[in-house]
């Protein structure tokens, strides 16, 4: 009898991405999924309104609570993040899936993406972007840092990570049980990689973590 600790006999397909993958497309947004989306608004100086969808988003600490994102190039949320600090995390879900995926559009500075993806605003109340209306939840965020990322050989990217301080919470009283988010029933969207994959987080399930006794137990 094989140990459970033995190597599975499964082939397995290996490739150093420097080198390239060898399958019909990069498995790598697969691989690292399914990731939530930070759909973002932001403000310009002229007060034009831009949202869009980022799908490298998390949080990044609970108190005070920071999360982040990147994006590919300098892109309009980006160039409104630096000019006013401020944007809002606005929470994408299955039922706002369709308007999420309009407001990725590369439209024109001056279009409000709201608008475009027929979505209300609602004023925020520590920062000046408005949030989505009807999202079941929203982060009000001012920037900490933007960093340029680097690869192994220091040479810049043109990807951009943006840290934010969350400053203040909307969260629709529908959506809380008990004084509970309920994740299940606001379908929170995540990416699943490749062109068009996503998922709904619709089903939970819990475990606790192992105690220190069991920690001390092993040694």
């Given at each position: 009898?094989?140990?459970?600790?033995?190597?599975?006999?499964?082939?397995?397909?290996?490739?150093?991405?420097?080198?390239?993958?060898?399958?019909?497309?990069?498995?790598?947004?697969?691989?690292?999924?399914?990731?939530?989306?930070?759909?973002?608004?932001?403000?310009?100086?002229?007060?034009?309104?831009?949202?869009?969808?980022?799908?490298?988003?998390?949080?990044?600490?609970?108190?005070?609570?920071?999360?982040?994102?990147?994006?590919?190039?300098?892109?309009?949320?980006?160039?409104?993040?630096?000019?006013?600090?401020?944007?809002?995390?606005?929470?994408?879900?299955?039922?706002?899936?369709?308007?999420?995926?309009?407001?990725a559009a590369a439209v024109r500075p001056d279009v409000d993406e709201m608008q475009l993806a027929g979505l209300?605003?609602?004023?925020?109340?520590?920062?000046?972007?408005p949030r989505v209306a009807d999202a079941p939840a929203a982060l009000e965020c001012r920037m900490l840092n933007i960093t340029q990322?680097?690869?192994?050989?220091?040479?810049?990217?043109?990807?951009?990570?943006?840290?934010?301080?969350?400053?203040?919470?909307?969260?629709?009283?529908?959506?809380?049980?008990?004084?509970?988010?309920?994740?299940?029933?606001?379908?929170?969207?995540?990416?699943?990689?490749?062109?068009?994959?996503?998922?709904?987080?619709?089903?939970?399930?819990?475990?606790?973590?192992?105690?220190?006794?069991?920690?001390?137990?092993?040694?």
């Amino acid at each position: 009898m094989s140990s459970p600790h033995q190597a599975s006999a499964a082939s397995t397909h290996f490739y150093e991405p420097s080198k390239g993958h060898r399958l019909p497309h990069s498995p790598f947004k697969a691989i690292i999924a399914p990731r939530p989306i930070g759909w973002i608004s932001t403000i310009d100086l002229e007060g034009r309104v831009n949202l869009a969808p980022y799908s490298f988003f998390n949080a990044m600490n609970e108190s005070p609570p920071i999360l982040g994102f990147c994006t590919m190039s300098r892109k309009d949320t980006m160039r409104n993040i630096e000019a006013t600090g401020e944007f809002v995390a606005n929470l994408a879900t299955y039922d706002l899936a369709e308007q999420m995926n309009l407001s990725a559009a590369a439209v024109r500075p001056d279009v409000d993406e709201m608008q475009l993806a027929g979505l209300a605003a609602a004023p925020s109340v520590m920062v000046r972007p408005p949030r989505v209306a009807d999202a079941p939840a929203a982060l009000e965020c001012r920037m900490l840092n933007i960093t340029q990322l680097k690869d192994l050989d220091g040479k810049q990217l043109d990807v951009f990570q943006i840290s934010g301080q969350v400053v203040g919470v909307h969260i629709n009283a529908e959506y809380l049980v008990d004084g509970i988010f309920d994740t299940a029933k606001a379908r929170n969207l995540a990416r699943c990689g490749y062109r068009g994959f996503y998922a709904s987080a619709d089903k939970l399930f819990e475990m606790t973590r192992p105690s220190d006794a069991f920690a001390a137990a092993q040694g």
